[in-house]
Structure formats: C-alpha cells, structure tokens
C-alpha cells in the first residue's frame, strides 16, 4: 500500500469538490461553462439579465410575468438609504477604491430594513437591487457629481448605465452590459463564491456572506485585472506593430494580460461570447477600428505564445474581451472589477441559497506541520517575566 507523505493535504483545495450545485458547471478541458442546464453561448446573449438571475435562482426560464415581477420587485429596492450615501461620501473625501467603497457599503447595504424584512429572499432582491446603485453612486462622487436616483422605469442593465451618466442608454449599450452580466454571473466554486458559502454555513446572514464574497472579488490573484489588456492594444496601437511589441514582451518574459487561464486549457468560452458582443457593441456604437485591432493583437499573441510556450496551449481569456467590451460601453478600468461584482452577486445569492439547504457546516481540517516536544520553564519563564 501507498503512503500519502501529505496525510491527504491538497494545497489551496484545488480539485477538492467541497460543494455540489446545479447553478453552474465549468468543464476547462472542453472550454465549456454551463448554467443552469444551457450552455452560455445559448443564453448570455439573448436573455435579459433578469430572466438569467430568474434561471440561476429558479432553475427554470422565466415567464413574462415572472419577469416582470422581478424588475419591480429590484425597482423597490434600488434606492439607497441617505445613511448609506453618507458612508459612500466620506470614502470619496479620501479617495478611497471603488472596491474598497463597495466592501464597506455592501456591509451596512440593508440599514434602512426592519428587522421583520430581513429574511433571505428579500435580502437577496435588495442585494442585487443596490449594489449597482452603490457602485454608481460612489463613482459619481468620486467625480464630484451628485449620485443619480434609480429610474423605476428602466431595467436592471439599463439602470446602471444610466445612474453613471444620466442619459438613458441606447439598445446596443444595455445588450451589450447584459451580455457581460450574465457571462460572469456564475462560475464554479471560485474563491468569492466559496467564501459566500463558508459564511453563509455558519448560520451568518446573507449581507455578511456578499460582504465576504466582495471581500474575496476585491484580491487581483482572483478578480484579475482586465484593464491591463486593454492597456497593451492601445500601446500597439495598429496591428503591423503587434508582433515585434509582443515577441519583445515574451523574450523578456513578461506575460501577455488577457491570456492563459488556471482552468481553461482550450479558448475561454467567456470570450468567445464577449468577443462577439463587443463586435456587435462597436458596430452598432464604437470604434470599430479598435474592435479590429484587438482581433489583429489577439490573434497575434496566441500565436506567439504557441512559440514562446509550446504545449501550454495558452488562448485568450475572459479578461480580454472584458476590457474591450467595458471600455466600449464607456466604463474606467476603475470600474471594471465592481461592475464584476455587478453580475456575480445574483450567482452569489445562488449560493448562499443552495448551501443554506444543506444545513452543513463548511468545516475542513488543517495538517499541523510546527514543532512538537517544547518544554515549558515556569520558573525561567517567571523571572524573565519580572525582570521586564
């Protein structure tokens, strides 16, 4: 028989199954990311983001009724309480990040709620209700505007838009932010997802859990940083300069930001879907020429990486198309990371949900690896105590 020199410690639990769920399925091999049943390419860019968060928390597509009682019942919630604008600026007066900013409002995100309101399902619709508002609210002060109140009329896409700049956006722009919604609304048991979960397990309420999960979001090693993407298309800035620019990149053995993933071995499906409504977005209402460039850069990185690192297989992930798609949509790289949190919280939610019914306790075991054997001198201990 083997013996296991760890004792059956796995480091970081990777590959460890500690849940089961029926929200989502990430298959890395195959490039494929199932929600709910349906595959991503079939709903991400179809189905309003309301009828995705429905899917998630329902298991089922939504009727139009259905829908629409949950576009009213996020419209009633959408409003910040002043207690809240009022964390929200002071944490402007010190420049805080907006990730910083909506850690600290998620927490005190339900302070205006009785406690006869506080049960799970309506702290779930108030959750996903006011984290945009927060996110847009802070932004606005951080510019030194006043926050814009949310519109009852609009969708819940269509309302973030809008609270970020006032004006009501365009069909291309709200298909647009949807589609990236729902692409990110779920994604197997990641560190923010797990986290919501442990919480959550522990009989804690349900603000704690997102709170934690935002907590989790808000490290680069897991939210990442699409900006950076970004960043390298326009220092290429036309496609017979990518080559050299990112061949000197990989001998100097740097990496290219927007490709590789842990998971994905094969093309990100994420990016396949942002790929293509980016493509839609700056043809309806951009710049199609930089849409063009970041084909022409894209296709020139996974090329080289096939050079520089053979076998690794390494294609373009989510944080590409991210970039391209936020950017087209108007949106900093600042807010690139909490309109993330924008659509993962309804998968959150999900979660916390799913772990609440099994009753379970998240409890791992930990390997002591210190020192064993120490004796303890009282005497010795005592008098280097008095001579203190």
Do not use: C
């Amino acid at each position: 028989m083997t013996t296991n020199p760890n004792n059956g410690f796995v480091s970081g639990l990777e590959g460890v199954v500690a849940a089961q769920t029926r929200l989502s399925h990430v298959d890395g091999q195959r490039g494929e990311l199932i929600l709910a049943g349906y595959a991503l390419e079939e709903v991400a860019p179809t189905l309003s983001f309301e009828a995705m968060v429905h899917l998630l928390w329902h298991d089922r597509l939504p009727t139009s009724v259905e829908v629409i009682h949950l576009h009213s019942e996020l419209a009633r919630w959408r409003a910040l309480p002043p207690a809240l604008l009022d964390l929200l600026q002071s944490a402007a007066r010190t420049n805080r990040p907006a990730m910083d900013a909506l850690r600290m409002a998620a927490g005190a995100i339900d302070l205006d709620l009785p406690a006869s309101a506080l049960d799970d399902g309506t702290l779930g619709h108030v959750l996903l209700a006011r984290i945009p508002t927060v996110v847009a609210a802070y932004w606005r002060l951080q510019q030194g505007a006043a926050p814009i109140a949310p519109d009852p009329a609009l969708g819940h896409a269509a309302n973030y838009l809008y609270m970020l700049t006032g004006s009501v956006p365009n069909a291309a722009r709200v298909r647009g932010l949807e589609t990236y919604l729902n692409t990110v609304i779920d994604h197997g048991l990641n560190a923010s997802t797990f986290t919501a979960r442990v919480i959550i397990a522990t009989h804690s309420d349900l603000v704690s859990a997102i709170t934690g999960a935002i907590g989790a979001l808000k490290g680069p090693l897991h939210g990442g940083a699409p900006g950076p993407a970004l960043d390298m298309v326009f220092a290429i800035g036309e496609a017979a300069r990518a080559e050299a620019y990112l061949r000197a990149k990989l001998e100097a053995g740097e990496r290219l930001m927007g490709f590789g993933h842990r998971i994905y071995k094969v093309r990100d499906p994420r990016a396949e879907v942002l790929a293509a409504a980016a493509r839609d977005l700056y043809a309806a209402d951009g710049d199609m020429a930089l849409y063009t460039l970041a084909g022409a850069v894209e296709e020139t990185a996974v090329r080289l990486l096939a050079e520089f690192k053979p076998g690794r297989n390494l294609q373009t992930n989510v944080e590409f198309y991210t970039a391209l798609l936020l950017h087209g949509l108007a949106l900093p790289t600042d807010l690139f990371a909490p309109t993330f949190a924008v659509g993962r919280v309804a998968g959150w939610i999900g979660h916390a949900w799913e772990q609440i019914a099994t009753g379970r306790l998240i409890r791992p075991a930990s390997q002591y690896i210190g020192a064993r054997g120490r004796s303890y001198e009282h005497a010795d201990a005592d008098r280097s105590h008095a001579l203190s």
